[in-house]
């Protein structure tokens, strides 16, 4: 059994910061990826950030050079800090991740998702 578990999220001004972290747990082999989304009301959920096993990273648009995104594989932990948080930040926010568990299962987990609202 994975499980995936945000945090980190919640209510903060325009121009803030916050850190979400999204820990893995279970009987996990490897880790492949680790991305995050998220999903504003009314629209389709959206790849915000992504980082592989080889460290390599991506980023939407929007975000770039606002937001980080980096992994404690000796955790299987994935991390996002996020700068300069503007109102359309505001989202529910959702770790993924492509995990190898025993016996050779590969497949996609989700996590439950993390409120982040960014208002005055």
């Known amino acids: 059994q994975v499980q995936l578990v945000e945090s980190g999220g919640g209510l903060v001004q325009p121009g803030g910061s916050l850190r979400l972290s999204c820990a893995a747990s279970?009987?996990?082999?490897?880790?492949?990826?680790m991305e995050w989304y998220r999903q504003a009301p009314g629209e389709q959920r959206e790849l915000v950030a992504g980082i592989n096993s080889d460290g390599s990273t991506n980023y939407v648009d929007s975000v770039k050079g606002r937001f980080a995104i980096r992994r404690d594989s000796a955790k299987n932990t994935v991390y996002l800090q996020m700068n300069s948080l503007k109102p359309e930040d505001t989202a529910v926010y959702y770790c993924n991740a492509d995990i190898l568990r025993l016996f050779g299962t590969r497949m996609r987990y989700w996590g439950q998702g993390t409120q982040v609202t960014v208002s005055s």
């Open positions: 279970g009987s996990i082999v490897s880790i492949y990826a």
